[in-house]
């Protein structure tokens, strides 16, 4: 589904360039579930910045379904992260003034979807977290756990291909966050594609798989179950500027 | 998306921020009130001046002595204007075709005096006529006798004021006045007729204008008023008697005024007074959007968060700008019907206070004004809407 060749991001911090992504090469299967590890400012967020589109490497090529998304201008961007992409971050983003039927009624407002219906589907996915009788209250009346319940079927009310989770369990108490995680097992488990950032071993465990980024490099890569590893090469600060291999390179 | 989402949007948006919308709303609508009071009290100064006119009759032709050219200069040198006599006056009214009525008119003001009780008061002298040309209507007793305009009478007919203050509760008829020198019988008075042109027309007392001639010493009238048969023969009655009068004096030394020249150079001059105000009142208006551009601005820098979540849920970079203009322009609008409701309200005070003022904003200003209002805000709301859409969606999800 994913296709990342070669992805180069680099910004420019007070006059000093910084390498966020330095030939990133990765392929992400449909259905596929990708947890990527790595400390602050390994690049990890940068990296799900591109794959939702919502940065440009400055270069290398990505392919999303098929398609080559690095040319596209603004406007096929945003319709391809209001159709295609779906993000849930580590502080919710959700509108304070909006009940959370709103806030996820709010991807389809801006896809044009008839007022009758979002509400019907926002509930139905309420529902599906389990929060439909909060549909009414605002964030400030909801718990942290119910917050990112609320942006996770937001993310999803468009039904996208490919969900982004930035510490998605981040800000949320041990009950909560399992909860949460539960819920997005059970929609990767439907099919959707998920790709999770994540600092907490606990939540890249539940990963099919699991890559580890330092400095802008692709340093481990593995599947969920060699976790210890990856925890391992992280306490250590092995393998810095030693990029494992990449996928179907030679 | 459509309009209702994005107005919906909006709303809820300027709903969070309740005293801040209310303040920059008050702006707007302040901006309006004023254009809609200003132009209001414009166009009721507009309105009764035209009403003063059309009340002293709209087929009038006005001769004065002088021609407007040479006034100005030094008395004696030649800038002193020929007579007006009353010969010229009773010529034009046999000799000009198209005149229906005509009625001399020479001024003075003159102390008025019954008993104990004195009055200054302007003292006009004139004819019968004068009752029918200056719409006047006699409340007791009779006008001036239908007489030669060169024979004067003792006679005199009072204004109702004048009439009222010389005589409190008493018959003013067959009484004996004393105006100046001159003792005079009280033979009629006017019925209420208030201001016209100036000229408070019931604290007046009217003469016959040979005595009144005589009394201030005069040889030339004030004025000379005609009475076209018809509207649309005001042109030619003016030329004739400016050429009758031409030829009796040897050279063209009279003015001859239609009503309808002053009253087209009043209707001009107290038009663009009214757009004036309208247009200074409308500069507190491009205040006001400044205001909402500034609240704007806030508004955008305050939620940045929010604007970088909107890009990474789809919204395209109109959508953003649609939400964020729509709010600028409910402000203004909002702003707007109710500055209209302020300045309607106003000018009913207005009105209330000044009864005599028909002040109403002309139908064009309460259009431009409510306009405006929306103009404002899509205006002065395009530089924060274009600065929403510009953010760069991973630093405005940063907060940055």
């Known amino acids: ?250 | 998306m459509t309009a209702g989402d994005v107005v919906g949007f909006a709303f809820r948006a300027l709903r969070g921020h309740r005293l801040r919308t209310a303040l920059s709303l008050l702006g707007v609508s302040i901006g309006v009130a004023a254009v809609i009071t200003l132009t209001a009290l414009g166009e009721g100064a507009r309105r009764y001046v035209l009403a003063q006119f059309a009340a002293v009759g709209s087929n009038m032709v006005v001769v004065l002595p002088g021609r407007a050219e040479t006034t100005g200069a030094m008395p004696g040198f030649g800038g002193t204007p020929r007579d007006l006599t009353l010969d010229d006056a009773l010529a034009v009214a046999r000799g000009v075709p198209g005149v229906d009525k005509a009625a001399p008119l020479v001024i003075g003001t003159e102390t008025v005096a019954f008993g104990a009780r004195r009055r200054q008061v302007a003292v006009a002298g004139s004819s019968h006529e004068m009752l029918e040309v200056r719409r006047l209507s006699v409340a007791r007793g009779r006008f001036l006798p239908e007489q030669p305009w060169d024979r004067g009478a003792p006679v005199v007919v009072l204004g109702s004021k004048l009439a009222a203050e010389l005589f409190p509760g008493a018959e003013p008829l067959g009484q004996v006045v004393r105006i100046g020198d001159w003792r005079m019988r009280v033979i009629g008075v006017t019925a209420p007729r208030g201001q016209q042109l100036g000229m408070d027309m019931d604290d007046v007392a009217i003469v016959p204008v040979a005595t009144a001639m005589q009394m201030f010493d005069r040889s030339s009238l004030f004025r000379l008023l005609l009475q076209a048969r018809s509207h649309h023969r005001l042109d030619t009655v003016k030329a004739a008697t400016l050429k009758l009068l031409s030829e009796r004096h040897g050279e063209e030394d009279v003015t001859v005024i239609t009503q309808d020249a002053v009253l087209s150079a009043f209707d001009s001059i107290l038009g663009a007074l009214t757009r004036a105000l309208g247009g200074l009142a409308a500069i507190s208006l491009a205040v006001a959007g400044v205001g909402i551009m500034n609240v704007m601005l806030v508004s955008v820098s305050e939620r940045t968060r929010e604007i970088g979540l909107l890009k990474a849920l789809g919204a395209g970079r109109r959508q953003v700008l649609a939400a964020f203009l729509a709010e600028a322009v409910l402000i203004s609008s909002a702003g707007g019907v109710l500055g209209l409701a302020l300045g309607f309200a106003a000018v009913q005070v207005l009105v209330a206070i000044f009864p005599a003022l028909p002040a109403s904003p002309p139908a064009w200003a309460v259009a431009a004004a409510f306009l405006m209002s929306v103009a404002v805000g899509a205006v002065f709301g395009v530089v924060p809407a274009r600065r929403a859409t510009r953010l760069d969606p991973v630093a405005a999800l940063g907060g940055r």
Do not use: W
């Open chain 1, 1 to 250: 589904m994913i296709r990342l060749v070669d992805i180069c991001r680099t910004y420019d911090l007070g006059g000093n360039p910084v390498r966020a992504l330095v030939d990133v090469t990765e392929e992400i299967a449909s259905g596929e579930h990708l947890a990527i590890m790595g400390p602050s400012g390994s690049g990890k967020s940068t990296l799900l910045h591109v794959l939702g589109c919502l940065d440009r490497p400055d270069a290398g090529r990505y392919e999303l379904d098929g398609r080559d998304v690095s040319a596209l201008d603004d406007d096929a961007l945003s319709l391809l992260r209001r159709h295609t992409i779906g993000f849930v971050f580590q502080s919710f983003h959700l509108v304070p003034r909006l009940t959370a039927r709103e806030n996820v009624e709010l991807p389809m407002v801006f896809a044009g979807v008839p007022a009758a219906e979002r509400r019907e589907r926002a509930m139905a996915k309420l529902r599906a977290v389990g929060l439909e009788p909060r549909a009414s209250h605002r964030p400030d009346q909801l718990s942290g756990g119910e917050r990112q319940r609320v942006a996770l079927a937001r993310a999803t009310v468009l039904e996208p291909k490919l969900l982004l989770a930035d510490e998605p369990t981040g800000n949320l108490d041990g009950a909560s966050g399992r909860h949460v995680l539960e819920i997005l097992s059970r929609m990767n488990a439907d099919g959707l594609t998920l790709v999770v950032v994540t600092h907490d071993p606990a939540v890249a465990r539940r990963a099919r798989r699991l890559i580890v980024l330092r400095d802008g490099h692709v340093v481990f890569r593995g599947s969920g179950e060699q976790i210890h590893e990856a925890v391992e090469l992280l306490s250590t600060g092995d393998g810095e500027g030693d990029a494992a291999p990449a996928p179907g390179r030679p």
